[in-house]
């Protein structure tokens, strides 16, 4: 399957749950005596998917079959790596799952699952029961586990959104989309809701360059990356009743939203010169100032000519006006909002860190 992305055709892949259901459809199977080494899961949209077993064998009543999990053209941190289902028949028409070695479990309660708890979720526990039910109407006990599950985590985002000791059994499509959007925000929304258990104030930034200013200025241990997808988090800020949201970012991506643009990516709206062209005519800027900014290239070029020509207001109005902006895109008049707004050159002499 292929899906075009920024103009691309680009391969389609199939979740862990993906895997998982197939790997414990073909135990069921190999115990029955059939044909075990493709199996076909269908997703929760009704697409089904063929899904090649690597390996399945048979240890006294049991059956222990591995899928390799496959993602397709999407940078996946799980690409590759091995999902093995052990199961074992059961005659009264359920399905009991359990996750093992390498799974991660729930540390807190939360939407997804309740503390010690197998981080297998809701969707793909149905298509686990679905697929092995589909074989063998008795039911069956599934154990999931990944032996490479521990280590491929701390590639993930599970520490962040409460899941320990390995990763977790994902998916709410069955199929991994390349460069998925709505799979970042998924991540994105978790994370709010893990820290809201604990707070009533999300501290947002975009990337790892946010997430270093953050720790260095101590402002949060619970700050949640958003990449683009400022609107998106705000409003489930709003959703989730957080009292203030702290933004951090380059002033690169903060530009922007300081005239209203609530998606950053520069695929979708690119108005950095134009942002600072416009604070600088309400200033009065003098017109000559005015043509020089627009010939920057940059965000970090313009921020920094301005503090060298005393301009630094300009950039104080600009986090002003990002304040004005959220709360007309929100429309809370109450929501506390702060905001850190940094350039490279700032950081990098602020304590001689580096980015």
């Known amino acids: 399957m292929e899906v075009i992305r920024y103009g691309k055709k680009m391969r389609c892949g199939y979740t862990t749950g993906s895997c998982a259901a197939a790997a414990a459809k073909a135990a069921v199977i190999r ?12 997703t929760p949209s009704g697409e089904v998917l063929l899904i090649k ?5 048979v ?3 049991e059956a222990i079959c591995r899928v390799i999990k496959y993602a397709g053209d999407d940078a996946d941190a799980t690409d590759g790596m091995a999902i093995y ?12 799952i359990e996750g093992g070695e390498g799974i991660g479990r729930f540390k807190e309660n939360s939407p997804y699952g309740e503390k010690g708890e197998a981080a297998i979720n809701k969707v793909p526990r149905r298509m686990i029961e679905a697929s092995v039910l589909e074989a063998h109407p008795g039911g069956a006990n599934v154990l999931i586990f990944a032996p490479e599950g521990r280590e491929i985590a701390k590639k993930t985002y599970n520490p962040r959104m409460g899941i320990e000791g390995g990763i977790s059994i994902l998916g709410t499509t069955g199929i991994v ?23 009533d104030e999300a501290v947002l ?36 009743g957080f009292r203030k949201v702290t933004l951090v970012g380059h002033v690169g991506k903060m530009c922007k939203i300081s005239i209203g643009a609530f998606n950053t990516s520069s695929r979708v709206v690119d108005s950095r010169v134009e942002a ?11 017109g ?3 043509e020089r900014v627009e010939r920057f290239k940059t965000a970090e070029e313009c921020a920094n000519f301005l503090k060298e020509s005393g301009y630094d207001r300009v950039l104080e109005e600009m986090k002003e006006g990002i304040v004005r902006r959220i709360r007309a895109y929100l429309k809370d008049d109450n929501m506390k909002i702060e905001i850190f707004m940094y350039t490279f050159k700032e950081i990098q002499e602020w304590g001689k860190w580096s980015l």
């Open 276 to 286: 600072f062209v416009y604070y600088l005519a309400k200033n009065g800027a003098p």
């Open 53 to 57: 077993i690597s390996e399945c064998r």
């Open 177 to 199: 989309y390349p460069m998925s959007e709505e799979a970042y925000k998924k991540v994105m929304y978790t994370e709010l809701e893990v820290v809201r258990k604990k707070t």
């Open 59 to 61: 240890e006294g009543g």
């Open 288 to 290: 000559d100032l005015i």
């Open 205 to 240: 930034t975009f990337g790892n360059y946010g997430m270093e200013y953050i720790k260095k200025a101590g402002l949060s241990k619970d700050a949640v990356k958003i990449s683009n997808f400022v609107g998106e988090a705000l409003l489930y800020c709003r959703e989730l």
């Open 85 to 96: 289902a052990k199961v074992s028949l059961r005659g009264d028409g359920r399905v009991l």
């Open 31 to 42: 115990l029955l005596g059939g044909e075990w080494r493709e199996v076909r899961v269908r």
